[in-house]
């Protein structure tokens, strides 16, 4: 029916893999993220104006850093901030000495200076080749910078410049996110001249190089391959103003002396990595020369000093000769480990040019490295590629000499300790191989961040701790565990939106009768205001009701939610009725989150199929252990946190469908409490559909992982399936959404709610100071404008939902819009005047679908279908 939207190529994004536009998260000065031992300058006036004081908007010691003396015109005064691990940094905010009015002090001028290893420094400068940024002009004025092109470093100095004799101080704050590649350098042959006859001039130089340029060769740095701008399909035109033609891309000819045959380039990385996949975003212009590359071989070292591997991984593309579009191409790299990547690009045509170049990894690295020593057998959980015939292509690029003889014993020490090294791995890989395979599939990348599942019940507590899905590689974090709290946007919101109160102010003609008509509409939270509770539509319509509240703090952190007056007296082990699991079968294998009172845990549980017996929703391991999520209650947690634990687990126990997350077991015999989940090794939905395309033909001759329109319908019904038993059970989610959509290993989905707690999706939700993180594009307007959250404001999320789906999750609702404009939106909603704004119709949307989301978005909740409707309207789609 509509085979034809297979067919659809994605046009290609305006930026890569790290979109500066919304890179754009304060770092940590001014919340303090950024300790004061990462804070250090060349000099400072006195004690009280040491770099510790050089936050943004804070006024400790005497109000800012200061440099010792009368700043020169000469002088080389710097700030440094060590930010532990690399960031792209986008925007660069100062501000001068306010000093509570008594401050005079400010720098005009400054330039920045940046290093990714605290040893070799470079000096940013614009596209332009200007180094110096305009400061301030007055004490208090926060000015802001965009770093055009982009920084990508952990050590930055700023450094105030003056033109004149005088005393300078400062405050600062960055902006940016997390630099989730780890790629600290690639070298490359220098860009090539294009001679058009219309066209004198097109240099596909690499013009923002922080490297070396030496003999025609670029090395030690990067450039624009990582400035997140992809070139456009007429690499003619450019996305820069004032630029050359071909300024966004790097192009070779293969004619040219050292780029006949192919392209080298080679990548270092900050750290040992496991790789998945590399992009490389390419031009295809055909009608002027230009395609994509033919192949391409990649060798691996695990350390600098080291040998390459002498089996490469190649691949190769079915060339395009009808769609000029540029495209990425992804690479598989199979899981490989490595230090350093060498590639190798073959032409298809005259010309090659590439825009940007990315890779995906996982942090945790697995045994899969091939082995060194000249064998080529893959080793076990390799996949096995399929390429075209090349000849003397995958040679590799370098080869070790063959010994002198007086080295021979030397070489056969080492040859024996290797063998028994390989015995000793062989032996581990076999006793480890199901959690091995298991662990693959899930890059735990967020170990530390608190992860929880918060429903609203109009008759109990529901509370649902879940385990984190480990986010893919691209977005976060990276690395080192990060346990920072969440990113602010740098947009500040008017003041007025800071409680619901203030938000009347802002819209007058949200008056008291307005609230009524809201509450006539069936729903009603009491502390906003007065409406009775277990108000219901007319019969047509269906039923939605909320009970008196109180609010409760959550067992493992920060986050609020609702739990009925009548139910906060005690609970005992005869409320609870999932069973008690043996605590010595749970073997700990890491920590996944911690809050205030709990802490979560991926565990092994040991005979946990059989305990669980028949209908046990876990696969058949034949006796083998299984992984799962464990929460636990601190010893030192209170009594009302240890009361607030077991309501959980009762509420939690209540839940039975398979598209909502489920509690298996419980440990609350003895302390320390803990309740056992499944553990979703695949993901969330977000992640999955971000990293694929729609199936096509291109994508199945690319190996790119893709999926089928009906996958995507099939996932909707799934969605609307759990969404469906939830309001039959009168609990309301508040935050639906694809990175609260969870994937096992059969795909099959579950429902939970833990993506406010990650860091990778923090540009998913608005902070309101002194209140909560609310996910605002998602949110239907009577619970922005009156914190109303019902089933119909989460038949309201279901449609972005749906909305996120046939985008493949490529970008965020609202993606043009600020937070306070997403706020100011939802004005227009309650006015009605025909100005609110709504999502647009996905290109792979069929237009049945699409008048679906937009009776989700009705201004009106009588006019808002309910889950089951939606869940019968959506179900005929899939082929059964």
């Known amino acids: 029916m509509h085979l034809f939207l297979l067919l659809i190529f994605q046009l290609p994004a305006a930026n890569g893999q790290i979109d500066p536009e919304h890179c754009r998260y304060a770092l940590g000065m001014e919340d303090g993220r950024i300790s004061d031992e990462d804070l250090t300058a060349s000099s400072r006036w006195y004690e009280t104006t040491g770099p510790q004081y050089a936050r943004l908007n804070c006024e400790g010691g005497d109000g800012a850093w200061c440099p010792e003396g009368q700043l020169e015109p000469s002088d080389s005064q710097y700030l440094q901030i060590d930010l532990r691990r690399l960031a792209f940094l986008t925007l660069f905010g100062t501000q001068g000495r306010y000093a509570r009015g008594l401050g005079k002090e400010f720098a005009r001028e400054y330039r920045l200076n940046y290093s990714r290893d605290g040893q070799l420094w470079k000096s940013w400068k614009d596209r332009l080749g200007k180094e110096v940024l305009e400061g301030n002009k007055n004490t208090y004025g926060v000015f802001s910078n965009d770093l055009k092109p982009p920084i990508i470093a952990r050590y930055v100095r700023v450094i105030p410049v003056t033109r004149l004799s005088t005393t300078v101080c400062m405050r600062v704050e960055l902006y940016g996110c997390p630099w989730e590649d780890g790629l600290v350098s690639y070298s490359a042959p220098e860009g090539q001249l294009m001679m058009l006859p219309s066209y004198p001039y097109i240099s596909l130089n690499d013009s923002t190089y922080d490297g070396v340029h030496d003999k025609r060769k670029l090395s030690g740095g990067l450039g624009q391959l990582t400035d997140g ?16 033609p071909g300024y966004d891309y790097l192009g070779w000819r293969n004619d040219t002396p050292g780029t006949r045959e192919y392209v080298e380039m080679e990548f270092v990385f900050d750290r040992l990595r496991n ?57 598989p790299l199979n899981h490989r480990t490595a230090r350093s990547i060498r590639c190798r690009f073959y032409y298809a045509d005259v010309w090659m040019m590439f825009s940007e170049v990315s890779f995906q990894s996982e942090d945790i690295i697995l045994p899969t490295q091939r082995p060194m020593m000249g064998s080529s057998a893959p080793e076990h959980g390799d996949r096995t ?66 992860v929880t599942v918060r429903l609203s019940s109009c008759s109990d507590t529901i509370i649902l701790q879940t385990p984190p899905v480990p986010p893919r590689s691209r977005h976060p974090p990276t690395g080192p565990t990060n346990t920072d709290p969440y990113y602010e946007r740098v947009f500040l919101l008017d003041p007025q939106y800071q409680n619901p109160a203030m938000l009347r102010n802002k819209l007058p003609e949200l008056s008291q009768s307005a609230e009524a008509s809201a509450c006539g509409g069936g729903y009603a939270e009491p502390d906003i205001t007065q409406c009775t509770p277990h108000q219901s539509f007319n019969n047509n319509g269906p ?86 999520a464990v929460k636990q209650l601190r010893a030192d947690a209170t009594s009302q946190a240890r009361n607030d634990f077991l309501k959980e687990i009762k509420i939690m126990s209540r839940l039975d469908d398979p598209n909502i997350i489920r509690l298996l077991c419980v440990c609350v015999s003895s302390d320390p409490l803990c309740m056992v989940t499944e553990y979703m090794e695949n993901g969330d939905l977000n992640m999955f559909l971000s990293q694929r395309e729609i199936e096509s033909t291109l994508t ?45 290993r059969r795909l099959t989905i579950k429902i939970a709610d833990f993506g406010m707690s990650r860091n990778l999706y923090s540009s998913d939700y608005y902070r309101i100071q002194g209140r909560a993180v609310l996910p605002i594009r998602w949110m239907a307007w009577e619970s922005i404008l009156l914190g109303k959250f019902t089933t119909a404001s989460d038949v309201w999320a279901f449609g972005v939902t749906l909305w996120e789906i046939f985008t493949l999750c490529k970008e965020q609702p609202y993606s043009l819009l600020s937070d306070e404009q997403v706020i100011e939106n939802s004005g227009e909603f309650f006015r009605n005047q025909g100005r609110q704004i709504f999502l647009y119709a996905p290109p792979l949307c069929p237009p049945s679908l699409f008048e679906l989301m937009m009776r989700c978005w009705s201004r009106n909740i009588t006019d808002r279908p309910t889950f089951e409707g939606l869940y019968q309207a959506l179900r005929p789609h899939v082929n059964q």
């Open 229 to 244: 701008v992809t070139g456009q399909d007429n690499f003619l035109k450019t996305r820069q103003y004032k630029v050359w």
């Open 275 to 331: 790789f998945t996949s590399m992009k490389v975003h390419s031009n295809n212009m055909f009608s002027r020369g230009v395609k994509i590359f033919s192949s391409v071989s990649c060798w691996f070292k695990p350390y600098l000093t080291a040998s390459w591997e002498l089996e490469p991984v190649s691949f190769s593309t079915i060339l395009d000769d009808r769609n000029p579009s540029a495209r990425y191409v992804t690479v």
């Open 385 to 450: 590629m399929t390429t075209a015939p090349q000849t003397n292509n995958t040679t590799a690029p370098s080869a070790s000499s063959t010994s002198d003889e007086g080295n021979t014993p030397i070489l056969i020490g080492c040859l024996v300790t290797i063998i028994l090294l390989l015995v000793i791995i062989i032996f581990l890989i076999l006793w480890c191989q199901c959690v091995c395979k298991v662990l693959e599939k899930a890059p735990r990348q967020i170990l530390d961040e608190e």
């Open 543 to 628: 039923h939605y009701a909320e009970t008196d509240i109180v609010r409760l703090q959550g067992v493992t952190g920060s986050n609020m939610y609702a739990v009925p007056a009548l139910t906060v007296d005690s609970l005992t082990r005869k409320d609870i009725s999932a069973a008690e699991f043996p605590r010595h079968q749970l073997i700990f294998r890491e920590k996944l989150g911690e809050g205030q009172f709990g802490e979560v845990h991926l565990c092994e549980a040991e005979g946990l199929p059989e305990f669980l017996g028949e209908g046990s929703p876990l696969p058949n391991r034949d006796g083998r252990s299984v992984l799962v």
């Open 700 to 744: 199945h001759a690319n190996n790119i992982p893709s999926v089928s329109l009906s996958d995507l319908l099939h996932m909707a019904v799934q969605i609307s399936s759990g969404m469906k038993y939830l309001a039959s059970l009168n609990f309301v989610h508040r935050d639906l959404a694809t990175r609260n959509c969870l994937l096992d």
